[in-house]
């Protein structure tokens, strides 16, 4: 792939401080929003903000930006108006999510703890515009080596272990069926391996293969449809792993995870499975470590504002972005509210650097000098 999109990026300024108020030189996503006026029932649609529409107007239709979720209460002001439950928003919150102007895909993440019947994807279908695509995560029947107890424990070898019966019935079936043209992603996230597995990874690759290679096509029902592979262990990351995602016409899940390697250190396997979509999910803060999430939930709860930016990944990506779609190619990035603490000042941010990255590559390509013949 080309030096302009998986080239070097900036690096990353300190995170700022849990809380701290925003500096004239933040984006005006990082600002807490105006408190709302209170709401008493139905959801309704945050007020109408004209510069966000500017902004998606700015942006390649290729480029589906969204969160994981969409069930949070502190989004008042920004996606939805009022005060309303977890359970209001969980029954009624995607079609007004579906109308904020950048946020056209969506993570549907509770399929990783229960498979999703071909009846819940047509009811998440029918609440959002023909142009949404969702994210969908397989159910850790199938993507977790290990049986695990309630408190997240490995108990005993998972058989169903990447199975390409179960996957197929379970997870890419019901999603085709149910979505159709609306499915983009279809994520097998894989959980993190025991130890005795990940010294010898030629046994899950070969599963994996097996796998992948005997699940449907995805098209024409779904036209923008991608099998892409996210996992929680570098080991992973080898040049086996993408000839397998090669052989299959899967790609990589780009996962932006205290785990992983940093972004800039991911991409040589973006560029090797060059040209194919973007999928990307920005998962954590990098500050909390591998196993952080309950630390971030305790600082970032209600999710209301930006309070640990993160402009270097923003530029990065942003710019993979840019790269991706100019060169006619999808991209489908998540953000969950534990990369900087709210999910929608997240993708409002990135938005406004993707637009930065296209207006300077426009203007480059413009000013750039006609050679004589």
Known sequence: MQDDLFGPAPESPPAAKPHAPPSSGESAADAPPARPRRSAGVVSAAADDEALKALALALSPRLRLGTSSWTYPGWK??????????????KNGLAVYAQHPLLRTV????????????????RYASQVPDDFRFVVKAPSLVTDALVRTEDGRGRQPNPAFLDADLARSEFVEPALQGLGRKLGALVFQISPLPLAQLDHMAEPLRRLRAMLLALPTLAPAAPDGVLAVEVRDPQWLTPEFVEVLRAAGATYCLGLHPKLPPLQEQLPLLRALWPGPLVCRWNLHPAHGPYGYEEAERIYAPYDRLQDPDPGTRAALAKVIAGTTRKGQNAFVT?????????????????ERVAEQVSAQVGKSTSAPTREM
């Open 77 to 90: 002001g920004l996606v939805w108006q009022g005060e309303h439950s977890p359970a209001q928003l969980s």
């Open 107 to 122: 993570s549907i993440d509770r399929s990783f703890y229960r498979p999703l019947t071909v009846s819940e994807y047509e």
């Open 335 to 351: 953000i969950s509210n534990h990369a900087e603490g709210c999910a929608p000042g997240s993708v409002r941010a990135l938005a």
